[in-house]
């Protein structure tokens, strides 16, 4: 997870995950026209082991992510108050634009961010791309493959379905909520690694979970917020947990 290199970045021109339009439209007699992206639905369970009362989440390496703050960290170009006060200084070097292969150069790759600045926490997660399943048996193949726990469907319980990506793809998600024990472990997890997955499971502990849920550090995706507070809020009184956050 740590060795990213030879990155390209080249034109999307098709994809098996992503199709992007543009819809013209009127809205209360105004033209308008909006870019979006067709893409799947997905699904998300957050995993409570009542072994040893922690969260189970993956954490994994997301191109998307790391290319953001690639973009973050290259050298911003002078404006024009700076150029004035730079004249006498030595010139900052230019970054230079990916050739027309979509390699990068040498002199870009200088400021290529380290992979843990692609590296988030999330909750267990997959595509609703097997239209002969349910949601219920799409997230148990999850939960099983990137965490290595088997959890019966009807364990699984529903706890909200919610839009993600309103202004980019407006897919759905379904979360759901399991409750693991040791003796539902029977693997080790970490995704499918024949279709390029490279997952680590991670553990956190139930006390450290709100702390680590608002820890702006600890690069983390929304369902993680949600999900931790949801708990709190709702299984407080099994648990005997403070909801004070």
Request: net charge negative.
């Amino acid at each position: 997870m740590e060795q990213i290199n030879n990155i390209k970045v080249v034109p999307c021109t098709s994809s098996n995950y992503l199709r992007p339009f543009r819809v013209h439209y009127n809205q209360n007699g105004t033209k308008k026209s909006w870019d979006f992206m067709q893409t799947h639905d997905s699904v998300s369970v957050l995993i409570f082991n009542t072994t040893s009362h922690c969260f189970i989440l993956v954490k994994q390496f997301r191109p998307a992510v790391y290319m953001s703050e690639w973009e973050r960290s290259k050298p911003k170009p002078l404006q024009p108050a700076e150029e004035e006060s730079a004249e006498a200084a030595p010139a900052e070097p230019k970054v230079p634009e990916e050739d027309k292969a979509g390699e990068t150069s040498e002199e870009t790759s200088s400021h290529q961010p380290p992979a843990s600045a692609g590296v988030t926490y999330e909750l267990c997660a997959g595509l609703v791309d097997k239209p002969n399943l349910s949601l219920e048996e799409i997230a148990r193949q999850e939960v099983l493959e990137e965490c290595g726990y088997d959890v019966p469907v009807t364990k699984l319980r529903k706890i909200t379905t919610y839009r993600s990506g309103v202004g980019v793809t407006g897919s759905k998600q379904t979360m759901f909520y399991a409750e693991v024990s040791e003796e539902n472990r029977v693997g080790e997890g970490g995704g499918k690694p024949q279709e390029g997955e490279l997952i680590e499971v991670v553990k956190v502990p139930l006390h450290e979970a709100m702390t680590f849920a608002f820890d702006e550090s600890i690069p983390k995706t929304m369902g993680v917020i949600f999900s931790f507070i949801w708990f709190h809020s709702n299984m407080s009184p099994k648990y005997k947990i403070s909801t004070n956050v």
